[in-house]
């Protein structure tokens, strides 16, 4: 669980520089563009190219996708029902479609599955969390910003976008063995990712955030830490009759908390950013709750 107190501890540190003036007021725009354009990449240039494909973990590798379309569906109608913002929408949309299935992810899963079952999660986070997010995410995030209706503006925006073409250059590149100093030096950037974005959403933390943004977050994270893993249970359990760890591994990863690469890419296109602050950090908090439930109520199904 060490990566897990990581994460809440450099949450701390940001919300810490900001309150006591030790930073400047938007210095999380520097750790963002850092995070999308340096790290992120690095990440996924490492991960997708260490990939082992196999027939048996497409359904896991399927659940994002299943889940940020449900959730794209859900959260438009819920919007006009409780009114809500397009910026809050399309934060909504990317923090409550796409679940944190690596930092927190692989972590849990190794806590309640053992070791066995990261290879699970890395394939549901770099086929499906990191490309949905490359893909359908960034495409929310420039019409929901911006209220784009260019289609080649957003093909634009989706095909330039750093972390899809890393994606790409990883899967051309997966015969290849990297040298070892690239292999070092990717793995260390990508490894600044979830420190630095974390530090990133503390520094957006502020007391005003939760005026105006209640409801929001309400159905933001119960969507993502309640229905979410439900839904997913429902069909692969229940409809599909699946069985096996790796189904119940998949289950989990559907209740983990907001992603933390949605959150920056949110707050870069200007989506709601205090809503986005919340989701991340309230929703991190409360997976550590309901994840062990979860657990629990898969281990007797």
């Known amino acids: 669980m060490q990566n897990i107190t990581l994460l809440i501890l450099c949450?701390?540190?940001?919300?810490?520089?900001?309150?006591?003036?030790?930073?400047?007021?938007n210095a999380h725009l520097a750790l963002?563009?850092?995070?999308?354009?340096?790290?992120?990449?690095?990440?996924?240039?490492t991960q997708v190219h260490d990939l082992h494909l196999s027939r048996s973990l497409a359904f896991p590798v399927l659940m994002p996708w299943l889940l940020f379309a449900t959730g794209a569906g859900a959260f438009w109608l819920l919007a006009r029902y409780f009114q809500l913002s397009a910026p809050q929408t399309g934060a909504l949309m990317l923090t409550g479609g796409l679940g944190n299935t690596s930092f927190m992810g692989l972590p849990m899963l190794e806590a309640f599955y053992g070791s066995r079952e990261v290879a699970t999660g890395i394939l549901i986070d770099t086929l499906g969390t990191?490309?949905?997010?490359?893909?359908?995410?960034?495409?929310?995030?420039?019409?929901?910003?911006?209220g784009a209706t260019d289609?080649?503006?957003?093909?634009?925006?989706?095909?330039?976008?750093?972390?899809l073409i890393a994606v790409l250059a990883a899967a051309v590149l997966m015969n290849v063995q990297y040298?070892?100093?690239?292999?070092?030096?990717?793995?260390?950037?990508?490894?600044?990712?979830?420190?630095?974005?974390?530090?990133?959403?503390?520094?957006q933390i502020r007391a005003s955030a939760w005026r105006g943004n209640r409801a929001a977050l309400a159905v933001g994270l119960g969507y993502k830490l309640l229905v979410a893993p439900a839904a997913i249970?429902?069909?692969?359990?229940?409809?599909?009759?699946?069985?096996?760890?790796?189904?119940?591994?998949?289950?989990?990863?559907?209740?983990?908390?907001?992603?933390?690469?949605?959150?920056?890419?949110?707050?870069?296109?200007?989506?709601?950013?205090?809503?986005?602050?919340?989701?991340?950090?309230?929703?991190?908090?409360?997976?550590?709750?309901?994840?062990?439930?979860?657990?629990?109520?898969?281990?007797?199904?």
């Open 130 to 146: 990191y490309l949905v997010l490359s893909t359908l995410g960034i495409t929310v995030a420039s019409v929901y910003s911006h």
């Open 233 to 301: 249970a429902l069909l692969y359990v229940g409809l599909l009759q699946m069985s096996g760890t790796h189904v119940r591994a998949t289950v989990l990863e559907a209740g983990m908390g907001p992603q933390i690469g949605a959150a920056i890419v949110a707050s870069q296109y200007g989506l709601a950013p205090e809503l986005v602050t919340l989701m991340v950090g309230v929703g991190t908090l409360l997976a550590f709750l309901t994840l062990p439930c979860w657990w629990a109520l898969l281990s007797i199904a």
């Open 32 to 45: 963002n563009g850092f995070i999308i354009n340096v790290a992120f990449p690095a990440l996924v240039l």
């Open 11 to 25: 949450l701390l540190i940001g919300v810490a520089l900001r309150r006591f003036a030790r930073v400047p007021e």
């Open 151 to 163: 289609l080649r503006s957003v093909i634009r925006r989706v095909i330039t976008f750093p972390p």
């Open 179 to 203: 040298p070892p100093l690239v292999t070092q030096v990717l793995a260390r950037l990508g490894a600044t990712l979830a420190p630095l974005a974390l530090v990133s959403i503390g520094l």
